[in-house]
């Protein structure tokens, strides 16, 4: 599975580094999202502010919709001229290609996220206190995320209505993500750290059920796409 | 004689349609079926049916000793389908196309420059994204990954389209070489006289069913459908020719 997980996730991001997606729109995108919340709840003015405050669930919410313009397009290059009839006549491990996919996903992702929160750290004055825990928030939500969105990329990549079907699916699975990584990443900015390793935990237990969900399902899904 | 392709009354269907209405055929190891038929009868879907990618409905399918109501997965990567679509990722160059399939298939990726040069994909092609090709380029980078995979079961749907008369003519040379190493190949084509002069002998497929009778096609004194070749006397192993059936009430 591993050998087959590597090999998705290297074709995967090797199409990525060609075609510029995550970097030329996927990352804009997200930071046009964090540049309109600033513009609707700004300005930001000391730790007090609306912004201040919000910062943390703003973030993954920036997080949450590029997630979701990153799934479609990991699937997008499936279906272009067979490409995902020709990954299924492969022989590949589903379940490596499961892993491989949402490997080269969460890779993406926690890139954007690094650029993210630093533009947040700009745009809604917060100084970024607790980085280990901001990082490990990170980690744990972005393989939740991840696999569902794999879970459920795959699941409305053979529907007609995909681009309106996946948000649908995704967003009502990711909340306990939402919430869990918002309230560990405020425990962190608060520099309340303690506060902030339950919901890390949460965190890790959604990434190991998703994770261990998509391994096991995603082969069936995909040949029913 | 040893079976390459098993079907008995193998019904496939896409949601309710069906696109093979009980096919039954036996196809040796090493030979050349050329399946004939008008559009929509259900020659591609047999080869997809063949390479593991259709899903049998009810009836028995044996596929390289591969029962395919128990398992298609692991018969894919024994397998080599050209289709309407080339299976190629559009952001990836010619020879990075081939060299995926060709490791996701285990096979040895040593035998990716001599497919691409075989298939004339040399010099700047090679490095060429899918995605700038002309059709009858992505043809042949499609055909490449048949070859470079060194599958053992060969599905060849309309092999000749749009390509140019050398590529013609190359196809039919793979073929033969294929055919000699002991690759079985099923070829749907309407070019007629080319597949079967290719062919072993020709079956027609009409209503999603192999029919049975003289066709123009015929070569060789080998007749049609389940009739030939030889039955499994000359030593096809039982768990292989059997299949267990696969009835999905």
């Known amino acids: ?127 970024l206190a607790g980085g280990l825990l901001l990082a490990g928030s990170c980690v744990a939500a972005t393989a939740g995320l991840v696999a569902v969105g794999t879970i459920y990329g795959v699941v409305s990549s053979g529907a007609r209505q995909r681009e309106t079907l996946l948000p649908l699916l995704f967003f009502p699975m990711v909340a306990p993500i939402l919430l869990a990584a918002t309230k560990s990443w405020d425990a962190a900015l608060a520099g309340t750290p303690g506060r902030g390793i339950g919901w890390l935990d949460v965190l890790a237990v959604f990434a190991v059920a998703y994770l261990a969900m998509g391994t096991v399902a995603f082969g069936p899904l995909l040949e029913d796409a | ?66 029962d395919l109501c128990v398992d298609r997965q692991s018969l894919r990567r024994e397998v080599g389908l050209l289709g309407h679509s080339s299976f190629l990722y559009e952001d990836l160059s010619v020879e990075r196309n081939v060299v995926f399939a060709v490791r996701a298939a285990r096979a040895d990726v040593a035998g990716v420059d001599a497919a691409l040069d075989r298939l004339g994909l040399v010099g700047r092609l090679r490095t060429t994204l899918v995605g700038n090709l002309s059709a009858g380029q992505r043809r042949r980078a499609a055909l490449a990954v ?51 002069d290719l062919a072993d002998r020709t079956v027609a497929v009409v209503g999603g069913r192999v029919v049975v009778g003289e066709l123009p096609g015929e070569r060789r004194g080998a007749a049609t459908g389940a009739a030939a070749p030889a039955g499994p006397a000359g030593g096809v192993r039982a768990a292989d020719a059997e299949g267990v059936g696969c009835d999905v009430a």
Request: overall charge neutral.
């Open chain 2, 146 to 196: 048949v070859v470079a995979r060194a599958a053992r079961l060969w599905l060849l749907d309309e092999p000749h389209a749009g390509l140019d008369a050398e590529g013609r003519t190359l196809v039919d040379d793979l073929v033969r070489d294929a055919s000699r190493r002991g690759t079985t190949v099923l070829l749907a084509s309407h070019e007629l006289d080319r597949a079967a």
């Open chain 2, 1 to 66: 004689m040893v079976l390459a392709v098993r079907l008995r009354e193998a019904v496939s269907l896409a949601d309710r349609f069906p696109l093979l209405a009980g096919v039954t055929l036996d196809v040796a190891e090493g030979e050349v079926v050329h399946l004939r038929g008008p559009n929509g009868a259900g020659k591609s879907s047999l080869l997809r049916l063949c390479a593991g990618l259709a899903a049998v409905t009810s009836g028995t399918a044996v596929v390289l000793g591969h």
């Open chain 1, 1 to 127: 599975m591993w050998r087959d997980a590597l090999l998705v996730a290297g074709k995967d991001l090797r199409i990525e580094a060609r075609s510029k997606v995550a970097i030329g729109q996927v990352v804009p995108f997200a930071l046009v999202v964090v540049l309109l919340f600033g513009l609707a709840l700004g300005p930001a003015v000391g730790r007090g502010s609306v912004l201040s405050q919000a910062a943390p669930g703003l973030f993954w919410v920036a997080v949450l919709l590029a997630t979701v313009l990153a799934v479609q397009r990991s699937f997008a290059i499936e279906a272009l001229d067979g490409a995902s009839d020709g990954l299924r006549l492969s022989g590949l491990d589903p379940a490596g290609i499961f892993v491989g996919k949402a490997a080269a996903l969460g890779s993406q992702l926690l890139v954007l996220e690094v650029v993210l929160t630093g533009a947040v750290a700009l745009l809604y004055d917060r100084h």
